[in-house]
């Protein structure tokens, strides 16, 4: 017998696990200054994204799915203005926020095209 959350197999949980370390670590690189500020709200944004949709998993309903992932849609979005933000005053680098800029941009696709699905 398999042990395990039906979420834990959706690839875009997988996904939205892995961008969740790497906004992390990314967020380590901030000034001391951010640390109760943008560090902290592009973290709780990014580990809000594989939360809801673990969240919305577990529901008993379609609507509700819908739901969370709409939630996870939008924890996303404030990923990437927070990513802009960091740009904008040069804590990271160019290729830094280009990275995961397009890593957030497929995460999206593939969490719009999923939340589509759910009937």
């Known amino acids: 017998m398999e ?14 696990m892995d961008f969740g370390e790497d ?7 901030f000034p001391a200054n951010e640390l109760y500020n943008l560090s902290s709200q592009i973290k ?4 809000s994204i594989a939360l809801n949709i673990s969240e919305g998993a577990i529901g008993q309903t379609n609507p509700e799915f819908k739901k969370f992932m709409g939630y996870s849609i939008r924890s996303l979005a404030e990923v990437v203005t927070c990513l802009h933000k960091a740009s904008n005053r040069k804590y990271i680098s160019e290729i830094e926020f280009n ?3 397009e890593n957030a941009f497929n995460l999206m696709n593939m969490m719009v095209a999923f939340k589509k699905k759910i009937q």
């Open 99 to 101: 990275e995961q800029y």
């Open 3 to 16: 042990i395990g959350f039906k979420f834990e197999k959706l690839i875009i949980w997988q996904k939205a």
């Open 23 to 29: 906004i992390d670590a990314l967020a380590k690189i």
């Open 44 to 47: 709780r944004a990014a580990d």
